[in-house]
């Protein structure tokens, strides 16, 4: 039920539902109430999807569904890798059953391993739906700069969401296998593989023609040198340039990942809103810092960092970034562990404004949030009582006194309340969401941040809801505090 609604620039008003966790109820009706999933919703689809790799591949079950895979498992049940062969299989055989897609790679090119290549496309379909007012699983266009033999990303993408994809590569062999993959799975109106030289742009908009995409997404080579990738084989005992290491053509380049990483947001920079998400995929976790380091001093706020984890030793870790204003949900702007990495992390979206033990009164919440935020000079705000979710959009901080006294002021010489020039701005500022959730052991109210660049804004909006509940009297025993 919509109690208010106001909306003063006409913007669209569909509800960014992953992050705001409006649309729960639709897919899951015997679950928990709808209003109470405030971090992630998704389609019996994408749930699938995510499981797949939760605990580790059962090979056996594996090579009853291929019999290719079967040939190459032990009969303990075990695999070796150490074949490049069996490594091989068990992706074309993972590929099979768990996308029916068929690929064919040659021997002395990189075969990617699944899970790995998957956690990527999980955290963009999480990156993307959360940084969008419209509903998940909306059609987008992605470019995979340096997709390999495989084409594993836009394949993978194409499986999961109604996505399309530009893919580049440098190496002529791979860009033929590619080009046969894509074919293979009768992709074509869908994945458009292009021909690029190492020192062409990585992104290659103007020479296609395009004028914007919504993401872009690298999984570069990471070694600084031949020797560097040499040693790494030696270490894990892999046959050297074959398809578990990959050829030095796709896993070395000058100045390894920080280097390629730096070339891509140089280029962002230029591009800048003409792509909603740049990304990339990095190998070691020392990258992080030196990319970040360049992202503030570019004053990117806006950006997300998460790990893949795959097995208990493989990890691997990626960063996104954006210009325009869309703020990630908080599980996938901060998937790297805050007590190792706080100072990488971006600001939080997440701010508990109230905490209510349980046994204390907590029904008066619900219709005290409207009355707190209705009187408020929003550009919009929508509060969903049944949901106990609420949110709206701000040209600027109309909460605090200071305002409060400008627009008496500006009243008093003539302005009416309805004026639409009373305003500094009309542009958003801040785009938010209050969300109630009742817990066993509490309730508590939060405040998300969906939209905007000025994290003072996002704070005083946070103080100001805080401090009304409390004078409210809605949780004596609350104890308000940032979420990580
Ligand atoms: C580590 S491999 C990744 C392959 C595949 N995306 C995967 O994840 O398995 C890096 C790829 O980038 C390609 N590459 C290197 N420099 C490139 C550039 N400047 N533009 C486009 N692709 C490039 C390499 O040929 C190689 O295929």
Redesign the pocket.
């Known amino acids: 039920m919509v109690l208010r609604a106001r909306n003063h620039d006409g913007r669209q008003e569909t509800e960014n539902a992953a992050q705001a966790g409006l649309d729960a109820g639709s897919e899951t009706p015997s679950g928990p109430p709808a209003a109470l999933q405030i971090e992630r919703v998704e389609s019996k689809t994408d749930c699938h999807f995510r499981n797949l790799y939760a605990s580790n591949s059962n090979f056996k079950q594996l090579a009853k569904q291929d019999a290719d895979f079967a040939a190459f498992l032990k009969d303990s049940g075990q695999l070796d890798f150490n074949d490049p062969a069996a490594v091989m299989q068990l992706t074309k055989a993972l590929l099979k059953v768990d996308f029916g897609l068929r690929i064919e790679l040659p021997d002395d090119?990189?075969?990617?391993p699944v899970p790995n290549?998957h956690n990527y496309i999980l955290w963009l379909k999480d990156l993307m739906d959360t940084t969008s007012y419209e509903q998940p699983g909306r059609k987008l266009c992605g470019l995979?700069?340096?997709?390999?033999?495989?084409?594993?990303?836009p394949l993978l993408g194409t499986a999961q969401r109604p996505w399309n994809f530009i893919a580049?590569?440098?190496?002529v062999k791979?860009l033929g296998y590619a080009r046969k993959n894509v074919q293979l799975n009768a992709l074509e109106d869908r994945i458009q593989v292009i021909e690029?030289?190492?020192?062409?742009s990585?992104l290659p908009l103007d020479d296609a023609d395009i004028q914007s995409i919504d993401f872009v997404m690298?999984?570069?080579?990471?070694y600084v040198s031949e020797d560097e990738m040499l040693a790494s084989a030696n270490e894990k005992e892999r046959p050297p340039n074959s398809a578990c290491t990959?050829a030095p053509?796709?896993?070395v380049?000058h100045g390894g990942e920080v280097t390629?990483v730096g070339r891509l947001l140089r280029e962002s920079l230029v591009l800048r809103e003409r792509v909603q998400w740049y990304t990339s995929?990095v190998g070691k976790a020392s990258s992080l810092p030196p990319l970040i380091t360049e992202l503030r001093k570019n004053n990117i706020d806006n950006f997300a960092v998460t790990e893949f984890v795959q097995g208990n030793k493989t990890r691997r870790w990626a960063l996104g970034w954006s210009f325009s204003s869309m703020r990630p949900a908080q599980h996938v702007a901060w998937g790297i562990n805050p007590s190792l990495w706080k100072q990488l992390l971006p600001q939080p979206v997440k701010m508990d404004v109230l905490v209510v033990d349980a046994g204390k009164p907590v029904g008066g919440i619900l219709n005290k949030i409207p009355e707190i935020m209705g009187p408020l000079e929003l550009i919009s705000w929508v509060w969903e009582v049944d949901r106990a979710k609420g949110r709206g959009r701000a040209r600027e901080n109309v909460w605090s006194r200071a305002w409060r006294r400008k627009r008496l002021r500006e009243i008093a010489d003539g302005e009416t309340a309805d004026d639409p020039m009373h305003t500094d701005s009309e542009e958003c500022r801040i785009g938010f969401a209050i969300v109630v959730k009742m817990a066993i052991q509490n309730t508590t109210v939060s405040l998300l941040w969906l939209e905007g660049h000025d994290y003072g804004l996002f704070e005083s909006l946070g103080g100001f809801v805080q401090g009304r509940l409390r004078d409210l009297n809605c949780g004596k025993a609350a104890v308000a505090k940032k979420s990580g």
């Open positions: 090119r990189l075969c990617p290549r995979d700069i340096g997709t390999g033999a495989s084409c594993i990303y580049t590569d440098i190496d791979n690029r030289q190492s020192d062409d990585l690298t999984n570069p080579p990471f990959g053509v796709e896993m380049c390629f995929m």
